[in-house]
């Protein structure tokens, strides 16, 4: 019988023989890497046993005479104990009233448009034909990257370009603005059972879609929040600029003491469709659609029980220093006057190289010191003994549990999955997003947080990663620490189709 290899063990039946696998071939290495890991995190604990033991055996021998002589001592020298004493104290006092105020992620709400606003490829692309602007080239070019996208058949686009021919009017931009927020703080303040009156901060992003009054003075109108509210509405900052707007939330609950924030993070089509010919400007319509997203954050200690989250870090890199990172996503007009955003061929290269500059200064503060000191051994010797060795690329799953990436399109997944060597479970919520919603913008990152709830995956202590990229270029990530067994909010955007994810993609 011929022998049946099974990696580099053999199995030969013709005479009884069994060899041994080499152990160096077979010995997988990322678990030498975790025992490494668990020592080097826990090393502090390991050299603390030994320390307790050997202080506890020399108290145990101390004798009722010992403990006099002690008390003497301290009588003799009152005056430096008590001037020790108020030292701690004050010391303690000080840390205690300087610290960062905790900030705590309450609820948050996903919009979820009406079935009627659904948009397959089909009725995609009929309306396209309709539409005079778009040239036989444009349509088979709009075809292609439909189905290469990453989308499915049940992504939102705003009831005004339903029509024929679409209706981009203020009005109907104005209407799909109010749609979304609307629907989105609706559902939040009715989950929270809180009084929009109480709102402290708001804080509203949308990149395209700035009219006068503001959205964030739409919001304060219609929910008639009080007359000293602190709001901002952030425009023109891209797909990254929900964690903008929740760094920015998370600074105003540092000054302002024991009230809540809300973050409106959206965007609008209405007005920024693109109805010309330009190639590099037609991708937008093929990826963005419909969606928005509300969260409730506070800096009130008593709302820490029923709180999801707590935020850890939020970490923010610009790369529009550089020409080629600030027109790599520029709204403008085509040569026959028709306004769109156009994306460059450079858009990857330049998002890897804003990833990069993110995780060197995220990577600090969240990997293990097992991550941080291989990382350091690998760059001395890269600089010492060989320029050419590769750099070490820190293991973020030993840091993070969940991973929320920027639905931003399939190439943007692929590569963060490849390059931080995700397996497919991480990607999973990214994915699934871009799927079932398409590229809502800044609010992807929750939608793809409530599907990891949906699934019943985020436990008490799990560590999360919203990572977003966006035009200037930015590339912006918040880190959260469940503080429960996390469950998907009422009214959550996947309650209805969660049990049919994950689909098989084709691509």
């Keep these: 019988m011929e022998p049946v290899n099974g990696g580099s063990v053999q199995i030969q039946n013709e005479n009884g023989s069994r060899h041994l696998p080499n152990f160096l071939q077979s010995v997988n290495m990322k678990y030498v890497k975790l025992g490494y890991h668990y020592l080097i995190t826990h090393l502090f604990k390991l050299c603390l046993v030994p320390l307790t033991a050997v202080l506890i055996s020399e108290i145990s021998r101390l004798t009722p005479d010992d403990f006099y002589q002690l008390w003497l001592h301290l009588q003799y020298n009152l005056v430096s104990f008590i001037l020790l004493s108020a030292l701690a104290v004050f010391g303690s006092t000080v840390f205690i009233m300087t610290r960062p105020r905790s900030v705590y992620l309450v609820d948050y709400s996903c919009y979820l448009p009406p079935e009627s606003l659904q948009v397959p490829y089909k009725k995609f692309m009929d309306h396209s034909k309709l539409i005079d602007d778009f040239n036989e080239s444009s349509l088979e070019f709009q075809r292609k990257i439909l189905e290469r996208s990453g989308l499915g058949e049940e992504t939102y686009l705003p009831e005004g370009l339903h029509c024929i021919p679409p209706r981009t009017t203020m009005s109907a931009a104005r209407e799909e603005a109010e749609q979304v927020m609307f629907g989105c703080l609706d559902k939040l303040f009715e989950n929270t059972k809180v009084n929009p009156r109480d709102i402290g901060v708001l804080v509203v992003n949308c990149s395209l879609f700035n009219p006068t009054p503001s959205l ?282 969660i049990d049919r994810y994950p689909v098989k993609l084709d691509y």
């Design 216 to 497: 964030s003075a739409m919001i304060v109108n219609k929910y008639k929040l009080r007359g000293n509210v602190k709001s901002y509405n952030l425009g023109g900052m891209g797909c990254s600029a929900g964690v903008i707007s929740i760094d920015l939330a998370k600074d105003m609950l540092q000054v302002h003491r024991k009230t809540y924030a809300v973050v409106v993070s959206t965007e609008n089509i209405t007005q920024n469709w693109y109805f010309g010919n330009k190639k590099a400007m037609l991708i937008p319509n093929c990826l963005f659609r419909v969606g928005g997203t509300a969260i409730l954050l506070s800096n009130k200690g008593s709302d820490r029980r029923r709180s999801k989250y707590m935020m850890v870090h939020t970490v923010r890199t610009h790369k529009g220093a550089h020409e080629k990172a600030f027109n790599c996503v520029y709204q403008e007009q085509d040569d026959n006057g028709k306004t769109g955003v156009s994306l460059s061929k450079d858009l990857m290269a330049i998002a890897g190289e804003a990833l990069k500059a993110n995780i060197t200064t995220l990577g600090p503060l969240v990997l293990p010191i097992s991550e941080q000191i291989l990382f350091f051994a690998t760059l001395v010797a890269k600089k010492l003994f060989n320029a050419k060795m590769k750099p070490y690329i820190p293991d973020f799953k030993l840091a993070f549990d969940h991973f929320c990436i920027h639905a931003g399109g399939r190439a943007v997944i692929d590569e963060l999955e490849k390059n931080l060597d995700l397996s497919l479970r991480h990607v999973e919520a990214s994915r699934m997003t871009l799927h079932r919603f398409g590229n809502t913008s800044s609010s992807s990152i929750w939608y793809e947080l409530a599907y990891i709830e949906a699934k019943g995956r985020m436990k008490k202590g799990d560590r999360v990663w919203q990572i977003a990229f966006g035009s200037g270029f930015k590339c912006n990530s918040a880190v959260w620490v469940a503080l429960n067994n996390v469950k998907p909010s009422v009214s959550s955007p996947w309650e209805h189709c």
